[in-house]
Each structure stands twice: as C-alpha cells, then as structure tokens.
C-alpha cells in the first residue's frame, strides 16, 4: 500500500493568512491526488484532483501543486469558513489511501 | 445534481454482518465507478472498495475477505455486505462517486453511522 503522510497534523491560523499543508506519499503517484475539506459530522467535500486541478465551484484561493512524491495544499488567504480537516488521498494504485487529516484551527 | 443516499442498520452486533445500500438519484448509476469509504470515529478515511456499473469489484485487500459490493441498476442502487464484524468497525460510512473512474470522489453521501456493540 501507498502510505500518505500529512503535515502538519494541526494548525492554527488566522483570518487572511497564507497557509499550506504538505502531504507526502511514500512513492511517487504521478500527481493522482486529491485535496478533500472536511467539516465537523459532513462529509468530504473534494477541493483539487490530479494534486492542482480546481474542483468546479471551489474558490481560487485554494490551489494545489507538487509532483513524484510530494504535494501541497494552499490557501492564499484564510476565509472563516475554511477552518476545517483537510484530507489528502492517492488514487495512483488500489488500495487508494488518505493522510491522517490537518485540521485547520482559528488562532 | 447527483445525490446518494445512505441507508441501514446503525447498529450490528459482533460478528454478524454490515448490510448498507446507497441510493443514487438525479444520475444514472451508469458508466461510474462508486465507493464505499468509512471513517471511525475521530479517525481518518479509509477506502473499502469500489464497483463499476458492470459489475467488477476491486476491494481493500485489508477487508478482502469479509467485504462485498453489489450493483443494481434497475434500482439505480449499490450496496455493502461486511461480514463477521467487531468493534473495529464501528466508523461512520460514506457512499461516493468516483470522477471518470479516476478514483476520486466528486460525490458524497451524507455518510451513515455503524456501531459495532452487543
């Protein structure tokens, strides 16, 4: 299996601030990866695929980047409504696998 | 707009099985892959399995041996079958589109709690 790693764990920001959260694979996925937003008892919402690909109607201060092995998740200027877990996911191979989940926290 | 819909027992006890179906409406079941994914509680995500409306399957190898997905068309429906469950399955459990069988999620249901408890 894929291992996804995500850091930081937790993070705590304020309103405005530039953020970024990495994940890393432990080999490399060809950018078959996706960024989800997750808030407290929803479901996944996904943000990005193929790691820098805007999900229609997500809006543009997230963006995503990276390749091989290692990828980030950006968000250029924190809105209230952003603090959330973010999860990342590899769909290169089956078993397809997530990272453990940042949850972004109001400073 | 795509929606799908959760639905079964919230409660199984040790050792039975986990029956869950996923209703798909405002789309055709069609020409996707769906998912399975669950997420104990205060935990991360983990994928299960997946099924094309055709029929092929391709399953967590962690779950292989107790884990099944069906389709039915005719009902626009799939399902999940997770036998001989302990409390390590108790997890919040997620029905999802997969984008053009890339395997990401574009569409999610709302999510179903499963309790594993005697």
């Known amino acids: 299996d894929i291992q996804m790693t995500q850091s930081p764990s937790s993070l705590s920001a304020s309103v405005g601030d530039r953020v970024t959260i990495t994940c890393r694979a432990s080999?490399?996925?060809?950018?078959?990866l996706a960024w989800y937003q997750q808030k407290p008892g929803k479901a996944p919402k996904l943000l990005l695929y193929?790691?820098?690909r805007l999900e229609s109607g997500v809006p543009s201060r997230f963006s995503g980047s990276g390749s091989g092995t290692d990828y980030t998740l950006t968000i250029s200027s924190l809105q209230p409504e952003d603090f959330a877990t973010y999860h990342c996911?590899?769909?290169?191979?089956?078993?397809?696998?997530f990272g453990q989940g940042t949850k972004l926290e109001i400073k | 707009q795509v929606q799908l819909q959760e639905s079964g027992p919230g409660l199984v006890k040790p050792s039975e099985t986990l029956s869950l179906t996923c209703t798909v409406s405002?789309?055709?079941?069609?020409?996707?892959?769906w998912s399975w994914i669950r997420q104990p509680p205060g935990k991360g995500l983990e994928w299960i399995g997946y099924?094309?409306?055709?029929?092929?399957?391709n399953y967590n190898p962690s779950l292989k041996s107790r884990v099944t997905i069906s389709v039915d068309t005719s009902k626009n429906q799939f399902s999940l079958r997770l036998s001989s469950v302990t409390a390590a399955d108790t997890a919040v459990y997620y029905c999802?589109?997969?984008?053009?069988?890339?395997?990401?999620?574009?569409?999610w249901g709302q999510g179903t709690l499963v309790t594993v408890s005697s």
């Open positions: 999802t589109r997969e984008r053009g069988g890339l395997g990401n999620s574009d569409y």
């Open positions: 405002g789309g055709s079941i069609g020409t996707y892959y």
């Open positions: 099924i094309y409306y055709s029929g092929s399957t």
């Open positions: 080999q490399g996925i060809s950018n078959s």
């Open positions: 193929v790691a820098s």
């Open positions: 996911q590899q769909y290169y191979s089956t078993p397809y696998t």
